[in-house]
């Protein structure tokens, strides 16, 4: 296929590449602290702060740590989701527990074990937190390039938070977008949290 589609996928892949290597550049400690800002963030949230379930992911690589969120939202109380990856681009959001019942999946991503897995309903969850490589200040999000996440957040109510977190050198003035991704109701960075 050829044409407009197939542009807009290169400029994707382009953008993701630039940005996801900005954002390898920065240092563990400048990493760690920047990762610490934006948790703190997302913790003073009201609608992070009002929600009984919530749906985070275990970062991955060089993206802003969460393990310190997840620990924060299993003290607090509330029930945890994280996301099983299933074949097929199927994002499963199953309830977790503890995190020390986490193991590495396929892509690297700490996930909850396959076995026993326990299905949340989209229903059920009341705030998700979403990873990305690139986003811009209208909303929009550049993912990974599996879709998996552009598939799971179509089956939520639009009423939901969908709350972004990314280093200030994943902003862009303009994501590519298509007609199957997914807006962004709020993006967090180390500087600044962006309600859209």
């Known amino acids: 296929m050829t044409g407009r589609g197939s542009g807009r996928r290169n400029d994707k892949k382009i953008l993701r590449q630039k940005v996801l290597a900005a954002r390898a ?5 400048a990493r760690a602290a920047k990762s610490s ?3 703190q963030k997302v913790q003073a949230l009201a609608e992070y702060q009002a929600a009984g379930t919530v749906m985070l992911f275990m970062n991955f690589r060089d993206e802003v740590e969460t393990t310190g969120l997840a620990e924060d ?6 029930r945890l989701v994280l996301p ?6 199927i994002l499963i959001p199953a309830f977790v ?3 020390d019942s986490l193991v590495t999946g396929k892509w690297g991503i700490r996930e909850p074990r ?6 949340a309903e989209p229903a059920e969850i009341d705030f998700v937190l979403v990873p990305g490589a690139a986003f811009d200040l209208n909303g929009n999000r550049l ?6 996440y552009d598939r799971f957040l179509g089956l939520l109510s639009p009423t939901i938070p969908r709350v972004a977190i990314a280093f200030a050198c994943q902003l862009t003035p303009e994501v590519p977008v298509e007609a199957h991704d997914k807006k962004m109701s709020c993006l ?3 500087d600044e949290v962006y309600h859209f």
């Open 97 to 99: 527990q503890d995190l």
């Open 37 to 39: 800002l934006i948790q």
């Open 84 to 89: 099983y990856c299933a074949p097929g681009g």
């Open 188 to 190: 967090i960075t180390e």
């Open 114 to 119: 396959k076995e026993g897995l326990v299905k």
């Open 143 to 148: 993912g990974y390039g599996a879709g998996f």
């Open 25 to 29: 550049s920065l240092g563990e400690r």
């Open 73 to 78: 939202a299993l003290a607090r109380g509330k």
